[in-house]
C-alpha cells in the first residue's frame, strides 16, 4: 500500500492510486478510520460512523474490478455534515439531542447524488447545533449531541461553524473531502478558519431536498476540500435538478465538467472589485488580505479597489426577518415529515423539549433565536414578504449586481472572515467581520481558498461572483492557489493537549 499524507492528498490522487491497483477503497476507508481513531479525540469533528462503510466500499471494488467505474469520486470517502438526511444506519440529527437516534427515511438528494458517482459516506460531521440558528450567544462547532469540536490548527481556538466538523474532518484528512451547509458563512467560514477551500454555490445549483432547513432562500450544500481543483470536482458530483426542489430547475445545463474551468493562469485578464465595505478588520488579517492582492496583481489581474457595496445595516434587518419566518415554517414542515422515531414534531415541540432538558441541552447558551422564530406567522404575512424583496434588492440589484455592473467585474474579492478566536462558553463567538452575508442573501457562488496565515491561524481569501458563476469562480480561486501554494497541513492534534472538560 503507498504511503499516502491524508491530510494533503487530492481527489484526483487518491482516484489515481485506486486506477493503478496499489489501493483499494476498503483499504482506503479504513486509513481514514484509522486516522479518526487516532486524531479525533483532539478536534471532536466526527459525530457519527457510517457502520456500513467498508461493505459499501468493498461493493465499489467488486464493481472496478469487474471494469465499471461511477466517475471520478469512485471509491473515495466523503463527510457529510450531521444535518443532512441519509437513508442507512446513521442518524440524522442536528447535534441536537431532541432528535438523537432518529433516522430520516431516504438520502437527502445530495446524498443520493454521492452515491451514484461511487463515494462512500464514511461518517457525519458535528456541527454547530441545529446549524446555529439557536442563539445568538453560541458557541460554534458546540452540539448538545456531539459536544465541541476544535480547530484543527489551535485546539483552544474556534472551528467556525456551523460546518464545523465538515472544516475540521476535511482539513485533518478523515476522508478525501467532506460537505457542508450554509445559510450565510457555515461553510465559507469554517473552511477559511481551518485552512481549506470551501465552495458556497448559487441557490438552485445543489438541491435542498433532505436538508434541516433554516432558511430556504439561502439554505445550500457544498463542497469542503484540500484544493480547488478537488471543489470543482465535488461540486460537479452534487449539482443536478431534482424534481423535490424547485429552483434546481433554473441552473444552466448539467453536468457540468467545473475542472474544465481551471488553469495557473485563471487571473490573467480579469477584471475584480476590492471590497473594503468591512470594519473592525484586525491589523492581521488585512496584512494577508494586502499581500493576496499583490499576488492577484503580479498573476495579471486588474484591481478595482475599492468597490461601493451592500448596504449591509438594512441587509442585516432584512436577513433576520426573513430567516426568522423562513426557520419555523421550514422546520415544521420537515419534522412532520420525518419518521416515526422522531419525537418532536414542530420548532415548538423542539423549543419545548430544550427547555424540559435545559441541564443537558443548554448548558451554555439559550435559544433566543427559536424563541424569536417561533412567533412569526406565515409566509404569506406582508412583514415577511417586504424583508424578502428588500433582502433580494439590497443583495442583488443594489448590492453584488451594481457592483460588477458598474466596473465590468468577473468577480468581487475580500477577507473571509476574522482569524479563529479562542473558544468561550461564557460570551460566545467573537466575530467582527465577514464577507460571506451578501452573497448568502442573494444566493450567489462565494468561493473562499488558503491565503495565509496569521501567527499559525489560517486566514482564507473569498471570491464573490454573480449567479451561476461557478465556473468564474474556481476558475479565478485555482489560479490563485497555484500562484501561492500557500496550504500548509495542521499540526497532528492529540487528545492529551488540551482539557477536555467543561472549561471552554
Not at 48 to 72: K, S
Not at 182 to 196: C, K, L, Q, R
Not at 337 to 348: C, I, K, Q, T
Request: hydrophobic share 45%.
Amino acid at each position: 500500500m503507498p504511503d499516502i499524507a491524508l491530510d494533503t492528498v487530492t481527489l484526483a490522487e487518491l482516484q489515481a492510486h485506486l486506477t493503478a491497483g496499489d489501493l483499494n477503497a476498503v483499504e482506503l476507508a479504513e486509513l481514514c478510520f484509522a486516522r479518526m481513531d487516532a486524531l479525533d479525540g483532539g478536534v471532536n469533528a466526527i459525530i457519527e460512523r457510517n457502520p456500513d462503510a467498508v461493505r459499501i466500499a468493498a461493493d465499489l471494488d467488486a464493481e472496478r474490478a469487474r471494469g465499471r467505474t461511477r466517475g471520478p469520486l469512485h471509491g473515495l470517502p466523503i463527510v457529510i455534515k450531521d444535518n443532512i438526511d441519509t437513508g442507512d444506519g446513521m442518524t440524522t440529527t442536528v447535534g441536537s439531542l431532541a432528535l438523537a437516534g432518529t433516522r430520516a427515511t431516504r438520502d437527502a438528494h445530495v446524498v443520493a447524488r454521492l452515491r451514484a458517482a461511487g463515494a462512500v459516506i464514511i461518517a457525519k460531521s458535528n456541527l454547530s447545533e441545529w446549524a446555529n440558528f439557536r442563539s445568538l450567544q453560541s458557541s460554534s462547532g458546540w452540539s448538545s449531541r456531539g459536544g465541541q469540536t476544535r480547530n484543527a490548527y489551535a485546539l483552544d481556538r474556534t472551528p467556525g461553524g456551523s460546518s464545523s466538523g465538515s472544516a475540521v474532518a476535511a482539513a485533518c484528512g478523515f476522508c478525501a473531502a467532506a460537505i457542508g451547509t450554509e445559510t450565510d458563512g457555515s461553510v465559507v467560514g469554517p473552511a477559511a478558519m481551518n485552512g481549506i477551500v470551501g465552495l458556497k454555490p448559487s441557490i438552485g445549483l445543489v438541491s435542498r431536498a433532505g436538508i434541516v432547513p433554516i432558511a430556504h432562500s439561502q439554505d445550500t450544500a457544498g463542497p469542503m476540500t484540500r484544493s480547488v481543483a478537488d471543489a470543482a470536482m465535488l461540486l460537479a458530483a452534487i449539482a443536478g435538478p431534482d424534481p423535490a426542489d424547485p429552483a434546481t430547475g433554473g441552473g444552466s445545463g448539467w453536468p457540468v465538467d467545473y475542472t474544465a474551468a481551471l488553469r495557473p493562469d485563471g487571473l490573467a485578464g480579469a477584471r475584480i472589485g476590492v471590497i473594503r465595505a468591512y470594519g473592525n478588520i484586525r491589523s492581521g488579517v488585512d496584512d494577508v488580505f494586502e499581500a493576496s492582492l499583490a499576488v492577484l496583481r503580479a498573476a495579471g489581474a486588474e484591481l478595482i479597489d475599492p468597490v461601493d457595496y451592500a448596504d449591509l445595516p438594512r441587509l442585516t434587518r432584512a436577513e433576520v426577518e426573513v430567516t426568522s419566518y423562513e426557520f419555523k415554517a421550514g422546520l415544521d414542515t420537515y419534522l412532520a415529515g420525518r419518521g416515526g422515531d422522531v419525537r418532536v414534531r414542530s420548532l415548538d415541540d423542539v423549543i419545548a423539549f430544550n427547555a424540559a432538558n435545559a441541564e443537558r441541552v443548554m448548558p451554555h447558551f439559550g435559544q433566543d433565536r427559536m424563541v424569536r422564530a417561533v412567533a412569526k406567522g406565515p409566509l404569506t404575512e406582508p412583514a415577511y414578504l417586504e424583508a424578502v424583496a428588500t433582502a433580494r434588492r439590497l443583495s442583488r440589484a443594489d448590492g453584488i449586481d451594481a457592483a460588477l455592473a458598474a466596473h465590468g467585474l468577473d468577480a468581487l474579492v475580500a477577507p473571509t472572515t476574522s482569524a479563529p478566536w479562542l473558544i468561550d462558553w461564557v460570551n460566545g463567538d467573537n466575530r467582527s467581520f465577514g464577507a460571506a452575508q451578501v452573497p448568502a442573501v442573494a444566493g450567489y457562488p462565494h468561493i473562499t481558498v488558503p491565503a495565509g496565515y496569521l501567527r499559525g491561524l489560517p486566514v482564507g481569501l473569498s471570491f464573490i461572483a454573480g449567479a451561476f458563476q461557478e465556473a468564474t469562480l474556481l476558475r479565478l480561486a485555482h489560479a490563485f492557489e497555484q500562484a501561492t501554494d500557500i496550504r500548509r497541513p495542521p499540526p497532528d492534534p492529540t487528545p492529551a493537549t488540551i482539557d477536555l472538560g467543561e472549561g471552554g
